[in-house]
């Protein structure tokens, strides 16, 4: 059974420094895609950095600078650094495992942790 947990939420205010983590078990860690979503009430999914089985990244842009996605393939966990904090960055933020070269068939998701700037 795969499962994908993240932790590492919570309230901070803007400005502030937040890690999120999300270990991975049932999973080849090594060889799956990893991604950090968030979902902000009333608005979409969308993408906000992800990680290769290589270790090659890409940010959206309201982000770059601002986060930082690693990866840790002995503990089959991703982290999601998040520095200057915007209350814009205020949603759920999901965990994602894609294994490369099957679309859709290997795809799994975490739960979510909710991450909420305000003073």
């Known amino acids: 059974q795969v499962q994908l947990v993240e932790s590492g939420g919570g309230l901070v205010q803007p400005g502030g420094s937040l890690r999120l983590s999300c270990a991975a078990s049932?999973?080849?860690?090594?060889?799956?895609?990893m991604g950090w979503y968030r979902q902000a009430p009333g608005k979409q999914r969308e993408l906000v950095a992800a990680?290769?089985?290589?270790?090659?990244?890409n940010y959206a842009d309201t982000v770059k600078s601002r986060l930082t996605i690693s990866r840790d393939n002995a503990k089959k966990t991703v982290y999601l650094q998040m520095n200057s904090l915007k209350p814009e960055d205020t949603a759920v933020y999901y965990c994602?495992?894609?294994?490369?070269?099957?679309?859709?068939?290997?795809?799994?998701w975490g739960q979510g942790t909710q991450v909420t700037i305000s003073s």
């Open positions: 049932g999973i080849i860690f090594s060889f799956y895609a």
């Open positions: 990680i290769t089985s290589g270790g090659s990244t």
């Open positions: 994602n495992a894609v294994l490369p070269g099957w679309p859709g068939e290997y795809d799994y």
